[in-house]
């Protein structure tokens, strides 16, 4: 049994370092307290770091792009400290990061209690990134991350609404998939999330969803959120007959709230060799048959 705690992160303004830095510690020993073993926080939530920046700056959507690179090498020195510190995996949110080529690409870290484990990148764009971000889709494949508490990838957002990265994971070993999220309408929050539950469904694996809510006028970026934090099963023996095994109580709080939930992963995979179904056995061979 493996103890996940997913953020429904609210984007705030903090102006001063010192400011977000403890801001970052409260919200993690929050987690920490309750007994959590791995946080996930939402896709963009790096973004919060532009509040860093002067004003003008920060509401310049290219402009905040750019300058906030110079505070992310900070940013990940306090993540990486936090998760060895509490010995526990942080995945703190992912941010727009600017290669040595020039271009941005939408990453997400994983920090153990020895470190960095990897990191993992947005694959495939939506419209809003490479149209109006010019965000350039990650180049690096799918990783799965070996850690103490099992095998792990990451799907950030609208990768999740594409089966065949999830199962690229799943035939890699990953049991669990996590799923930080950014979306500003009802809509595309349950876009994501169908498809985390499908996901789930197709591979006998979890799915984990942390998603950004809130509104922050003061940033172009990320200046509507909605959605809500999940863990998702497949619908299966001696789990949740609707595959939700935790869902968070509402849409958009006031402020950022975990959402805290045990998973059993023996019972997780008895699914996969005793479960009503073998989705994950019959999905590539029914597949196949179809191609030939």
Same mark, same amino acid.
């Given at each position: #049994?493996?103890?996940?705690? %997913?953020?429904?992160?609210?984007?705030?303004?903090?102006?001063?370092?010192?400011?977000?830095?403890?801001?970052?510690?409260?919200?993690?020993?929050?987690?920490?307290?309750?007994?959590?073993?791995?946080?996930?926080?939402?896709?963009?939530?790096?973004? &919060? @770091?532009?509040?860093?920046?002067?004003?003008? &700056?920060?509401?310049?959507?290219?402009?905040?792009?750019?300058?906030?690179?110079?505070?992310?090498?900070?940013?990940?020195?306090?993540?990486? +400290?936090?998760?060895?510190?509490?010995?526990?995996?942080?995945?703190?949110?992912? %941010?727009?990061?600017?290669?040595?080529?020039?271009?941005?690409?939408?990453?997400?870290?994983?920090?153990?209690?020895?470190? @960095? &484990?990897?990191?993992?990148?947005?694959?495939? #764009?939506?419209?809003?990134?490479?149209?109006?971000?010019?965000?350039?889709?990650?180049?690096?494949?799918?990783?799965?991350?070996?850690?103490?508490?099992?095998?792990?990838?990451?799907?950030?957002?609208?990768?999740?609404?594409?089966?065949?990265?999830?199962?690229? @994971?799943?035939?890699?070993?990953?049991?669990?998939?996590? %799923?930080? +999220?950014?979306?500003?309408?009802?809509?595309?929050?349950?876009?994501?999330?169908?498809?985390?539950?499908?996901?789930?469904?197709?591979?006998?694996?979890?799915?984990?969803?942390?998603?950004? &809510?809130?509104?922050?006028?003061?940033?172009?970026?990320?200046?509507?959120?909605?959605?809500?934090?999940?863990?998702?099963?497949?619908?299966?023996?001696?789990?949740?007959?609707?595959?939700?095994?935790? @869902?968070? +109580?509402?849409?958009?709080?006031?402020?950022?709230?975990?959402?805290?939930?045990?998973?059993?992963?023996? %019972?997780?995979?008895?699914?996969?060799?005793?479960?009503?179904?073998?989705?994950?056995?019959?999905?590539?061979?029914?597949?196949?048959?179809?191609?030939?």
């Amino acid at each position: #049994m493996i103890r996940l705690a %997913a953020c429904q992160y609210d984007i705030e303004l903090y102006e001063q370092w010192d400011d977000y830095a403890e801001h970052l510690q409260q919200l993690v020993e929050e987690a920490v307290d309750q007994g959590a073993q791995l946080l996930l926080l939402p896709e963009y939530a790096g973004m &919060v @770091l532009t509040g860093q920046l002067p004003a003008a &700056v920060r509401s310049d959507l290219h402009a905040s792009i750019a300058a906030m690179q110079t505070l992310i090498p900070r940013w990940l020195s306090l993540c990486k +400290s936090l998760a060895r510190q509490h010995g526990v995996y942080l995945v703190p949110g992912s %941010a727009p990061v600017r290669d040595a080529d020039g271009c941005y690409r939408n990453r997400s870290w994983l920090f153990g209690p020895e470190g @960095l &484990v990897g990191t993992q990148d947005k694959l495939i #764009m939506t419209r809003f990134e490479r149209e109006q971000w010019h965000i350039d889709a990650g180049s690096g494949g799918l990783q799965v991350f070996e850690t103490g508490l099992g095998r792990i990838g990451i799907l950030i957002c609208y990768d999740n609404e594409f089966p065949m990265l999830a199962r690229g @994971l799943a035939e890699q070993g990953a049991d669990l998939i996590l %799923a930080p +999220s950014c979306t500003d309408t009802e809509a595309g929050y349950h876009r994501v999330r169908i498809g985390c539950q499908a996901r789930a469904l197709e591979n006998q694996i979890a799915v984990l969803q942390s998603p950004t &809510v809130g509104f922050a006028d003061w940033s172009p970026a990320v200046d509507e959120n909605r959605g809500r934090a999940g863990l998702f099963v497949p619908p299966d023996y001696g789990l949740p007959a609707d595959g939700v095994l935790a @869902l968070s +109580s509402q849409l958009n709080p006031p402020n950022s709230e975990w959402l805290l939930v045990d998973l059993d992963l023996e %019972a997780l995979r008895k699914v996969r060799s005793e479960g009503q179904v073998m989705t994950r056995r019959d999905w590539p061979e029914q597949f196949l048959s179809q191609g030939n």
